[in-house]
């Protein structure tokens, strides 16, 4: 398996360095669940191994670009904490106006100009790079009646490389919508951002906030003007600036005291509770018939398969829907009642239900004593055994205090210096030679410290694989180096200097 890795890392080297050209990516059309197919283009194995080299240099440079409420598809980042801020918004900055938006088949139709000049202003991506990203994007396309295409504009679906890509897009938006409300400039500076907020309500801006997920995005208003308003500008900024056009039939303003709004299978209201206006949430009634849909198909199979392995593949199936939706606040509600469907479901096809509970399951549902069946020994998850998980905000802070502990163990470079440096050196220990494997796995070095007149010039930098890191500030690495001939170059560097 190693040689094959070796050669693979040698193939993708040897392209990088010469003309990569990207193979044929094959369309293929998946059911989106509303009787519409969801176009993927699916590139070949190497490509994706490729552009997976490619996300993990870009990824860090655009990272600390990206708008704070954009959620989707970023380290660290999830759907939960998407919910969460659709929820401050409701219940904290009590915003109760929403602009659904929905791009008309946005990964299809991205403009690739305007994404490669979004792209240039980073300047640590260099035209070598921007050359081969044009050609991914031009990339032939296989359609299912085996007629091939030139690929004008779009991102394949199906690809690793295209989250990336369609967050540099939506980025510009992000920010063109901070600066309509709290990140517009002001002659006065404020404290904090909430007194900054409390003077922008006496003037006649436009009160608005984004919270996006992929191409999947909300904006929350304070009345129905600022929603209309907002509505017609998006729609021009989109069609002008992105090239890019909404679905007017999906497209609508909500007012959230009224009725609901749907967002990554969660609808959501602003429910009256004790004199105060907070969210209350749902399953969305497609993602509940998708549930039924998929649960129903596991028994199904399990009805043909009755092994301990097939009950496993259903009960981790049951525990990914839990994890989920149980930031919806109704969630024991929904789940109730596709449950007792279920529960039909399993008796008609499993038999009677048991008494017996084996002790994963007890573990995993203490305290919950609802009837469940049992195949070949093994307990089948209960799904209405949930209870309202509060989704969490993404924290900054809690970032900072992680990278802090990490300190000790690796050290923390600019990013971009980071993916320039490795770009620069192809992911290779300068001193054992060997690739780099991941993302955080090498250790930029400084041959001259910043204390002894040293700076960050790529000259001046060495990368490393990370296990140096605690090596060169080993009291005794002297010792280590002197017996081994591969160390010697970097020995000479370090000696100077402790």
Known sequence: ILKIEDEIVKRIKYDLKGRYTPGMVKRVEIPKGDGEFRPLGIPNIYDRLVQLCFKQVLEPIVENRFYKNSFGFRPERSAEHAIASCNHMINIAKLHFVVDIDIKGFFDNINHKKLIKQLQRFKSIDKKTLSIIKRMLKVETLLQNNEIIQSEKGTPQGGIFSPLLANIVL??????????????????????????????????????????????????????????????????????????????????????????????????????????????????????????????????????????????????????????????????????????????????????????????????????????????????????????????????????????????????????????????????????????????????????????????????????????KTLLKSENREDYYKDNENYARILKTLSKYK
Request: net charge positive.
């Open 171 to 468: 980025n510009e938006l992000d920010w063109w919508i901070h600066k309509q409300w709290s990140g517009i400039k002001t002659r006065r500076e404020y404290s904090t951002l909430g007194n900054k907020e409390a003077a922008l309500k006496g003037t006649n801006l436009t009160e608005v906030k984004i919270v996006r997920y992929a191409d999947d995005f909300k904006l929350f208003c304070r009345d129905r003007g600022s929603a209309e308003k907002m509505f017609k500008l998006v729609k021009i900024f989109l069609r002008d600036r992105l090239k890019l056009e909404i679905s007017e039939k999906k497209s609508k303003i909500v007012n959230l005291r009224k009725e609901y709004s749907v967002f990554l299978g969660i609808k959501f209201k602003a429910i009256k509770n004790k004199k105060r206006l907070t969210a209350r949430s749902y399953i969305s009634d497609k993602a509940k018939k998708s549930i039924l849909i998929l649960i129903k198909q596991q028994v199904k199979e399990l009805q043909k398969r009755r092994t301990a392995l097939q009950v496993s593949k259903f009960n981790s199936v049951i525990l990914g829907i839990q994890n989920y939706y149980r930031m919806a606040t109704m969630i024991n509600i929904d789940f109730r009642k596709i449950g007792y469907i279920v529960n039909k479901s399993l008796m008609n096809r499993i038999g009677k239900p048991s008494d017996k509970k084996d002790k994963k399951y007890k573990l995993r549902y203490k305290g919950y004593n609802f009837q469940v069946w049992n195949v070949a020994s093994t307990t089948i998850f209960t799904l209405q055994a949930i209870k309202f998980k509060i989704p969490k905000l993404f924290s900054a802070k809690k970032k900072v205090m992680n990278v802090e502990k990490q300190i000790e163990i690796k050290e923390i470079e600019d990013p971009q210096i980071r993916a320039t440096l490795r770009v620069a050196r192809n992911s290779t220990c300068e001193v054992t030679g060997e690739y780099i494997k991941g993302n955080n796995n090498f250790y930029v070095h400084r041959m001259v410290p910043k204390e002894h007149g040293g700076n960050d010039n790529l000259e001046n930098l060495m990368l490393l694989d990370s296990s140096f």
